[in-house]
């Protein structure tokens, strides 16, 4: 499989196996912590990762500056260090009070929201450094996104299935350990293989550095259009997902393995997780098309779809609600890699050298102010409608996104590179 030729090379497939670990690790975290903290605060829970999404937010925009000198393989082991040591702590605090407490929940919450955002622009630079020919480059991106699209079925399944048995703290503990091994895996690859530093220009300020990304996305036609529609799709894919949904189960007592909620929860996210993989499987051999935004935008318009039909599950018999849940996220989630990988190979091979990490600190610091913004607003929104309608309008704007992208570029051809 093309798929699978990046792993040749040694350090690219210690990468893989460390991003595979820490991603698994991170669904059993989201997944838990989205849970438990939807159950305790209702849909207040929200302001929880609004919370979350300020900090990637901030710490994008304020940290760019420094971070773009930062030895990007240092960044990388220093922040999955970070992350572990403060997943441990909670633990330690959550096994000692005998409850999930919210001080140090909030701390974990910014310190790895923080860590998140300086190691994801440090990864997309180090990624092209490690494959000996560019032509690899999206097989290499496709191969790494699929550890994230795994995740969301090995990680989620495995909360389904050890829910009844697991106290939901050890999800946590494991997230930890994934971290760590993470870690080890990219210190051998700075051992095997170090990557030179393209520093940004010399006295720079924070402003400037946020306009270098801005400019160096905007400059590309379709790259600029994802930038500037990405901020209302991840909000509105994140507080469907990780907000509506778990009320949904709650509402309506959908009872997944070990008969929880939280047990029916994993299973819905661990159904978006196969196809998601799958999608990734399929799409991610094939060499850049010279029309990326068909794929791309009818992606965002099936991702929407998907989301759309979750507004008819309670209209469906008791027992086929779980079924219907995890096969209208099992629709939705096809989209996803139909656009990230495409998007993802476009950044890295139009963007210059020095301009790749703030190019990508842009497009988190969107993903994170949208997110920000739909937590802010969806616990009022769903004090006021059922979730299932909205979720509805959630899908509705993915798919509006995905229509107007097709409309406006569908004339454009990427030049061979």
Known sequence: MRLLRPLRTREVALLWAGLSLSAIGDQLYAVTLSWVAVTVFGP???????????????????LGRWADRWNAQSTLIAADLVRMTVLL?????????????????IVAVVVLAAAQAVFQPAL???LPSLLPDRALLPAANALLDATDRSARLLGPGLIAILAGALPPVHFVSLDAVSFLLSAGALVLIRRQRRVEQVRPPSGETTRQAIGRGVRAMTAHPLLGYVLRTNAMNNGAWYAA???AIPLLIERFSIRGPGGTGLG??????????STNLLSTL?????????????????????TGLGTALIMLVPALPAEWRLPGLAGAAGIAAIGGPMKDIPFAVLRQMRLPARDLAAGVRAYIATT??????????????????????????????????????LVRHHGHVEAAS
């Open 282 to 302: 399929t799409l991610g051999g094939r060499p850049m098309p010279v029309q990326p935004q068909r794929l791309m935008f009818c992606g965002s318009m099936i």
């Open 89 to 105: 702590a909670l633990v330690a605090a959550w096994l000692a009070l005998g409850r999930l407490a919210a001080l140090p929940l």
């Open 124 to 126: 997309q630079f180090v």
């Open 264 to 273: 029916a929860f994993g299973l819905v996210i661990a159904a978006y997780g």
């Open 368 to 405: 994170s102010a949208g997110t920000l913004v739909a937590l802010l607003v969806a616990p009022i929104l769903l004090h006021a409608m059922a979730a299932s309608t909205f979720i509805l309008g959630c899908g509705a704007i993915m798919m509006a996104s995905g229509a107007t992208g």
């Open 241 to 243: 997902y990780f907000l």
């Open 44 to 62: 207040a829970a929200g302001y929880l990762t609004a919370l979350q999404a300020a900090v990637v937010l901030l710490a994008a925009l304020g």
